[in-house]
């Protein structure tokens, strides 16, 4: 298995401009979380779903940020209008509920908004 | 909510010695505790998990304690080597969801 992928690996972009990152879990999992990761904030988890069902947002910072998972094999994370604090890196992790609760991280996505 | 918090925020420890970090959590429902390792521009990794019907787990150099009544639980590195050198992650589950509740992490530097 190729683990959790995500794209892009890197992303810079302009301030206001429309950002999608993208996730495909594990095949198999059926959790999937979004996270950010920043120096000050640590790591935050902003939306997990569960069988493609979001669980719960109370985490994602505000409206400008949207997050979907059309299909058990992949995730959108949408940020629009992105701005210069949205940097941080995003990373997507999988896990199969029950039992076991081990989330698989994948590499993540540096996103610098200028 | 449940609310876990982790200690200290940094450690620095000579080689060759132990290096112990320790979490808290509030929710006395939270059954399921991993730790992960988060090197350098790399992604966390499970290292070791523990669930409360288990009071100690070992894995080579690496152990994990819980303590349900005081509601905490330690990460035990021994023999402390420089790839050991990361941020640590303690994290908190329950069967009612999947979402882990996580620590803001311990940056441990191996002194050479």
């Known amino acids: 298995d190729a683990g959790v992928i995500q794209s892009p690996r890197h992303e810079v972009t302009e301030m206001g401009q429309e950002v999608t990152l993208r996730c495909k879990p594990i095949?198999?999992?059926?959790?999937l979380f979004w996270y950010r990761q920043t120096m000050m904030r640590g790591l935050e988890l902003l939306i997990y779903?569960?069988?493609?069902?979001?669980?719960?947002d109370s985490g994602m910072p505000e409206d400008r940020f949207s997050a979907k998972m059309p299909n058990a094999s992949f995730s959108t994370l949408k940020i629009q209008p992105s701005e210069p604090r949205d940097s941080a890196v995003y990373f997507c992790?999988?896990?199969?509920?029950?039992?076991?609760?081990?989330?698989?991280f994948g590499p993540g996505t540096r996103l610098t908004v200028t | 909510g449940e609310n876990v918090e982790q200690h200290p925020s940094t450690l620095s420890v000579q080689e060759g010695d132990s290096a112990v970090i320790k979490c808290t959590y509030s929710?006395?429902?939270?059954?399921?505790f991993p730790w992960y390792k988060q090197e350098l521009g790399k992604r966390p990794q499970l290292i070791i998990d523990?669930?409360?019907n288990v009071g100690e787990k070992k894995d080579q150099r690496i152990a994990v304690t819980l303590n349900k009544t005081a509601k905490h639980f330690s990460l035990h590195i021994t023999e402390t080597q420089p790839e050991d050198s990361a941020v640590y992650f303690c994290?908190?589950?329950?069967?009612?969801?999947?979402?882990?509740?996580w620590g803001a992490g311990t940056k441990l530097i191996i002194k050479p």
């Open positions: 095949s198999g999992h059926n959790s």
């Open positions: 779903f569960n069988n493609n069902v979001p669980i719960d």
């Open positions: 992790a999988s896990g199969f509920g029950g039992f076991y609760y081990e989330q698989y």
């Open positions: 523990i669930r409360s």
């Open positions: 994290a908190a589950s329950m069967d009612s969801n999947y979402q882990l509740i």
């Open positions: 929710d006395s429902a939270s059954n399921y």
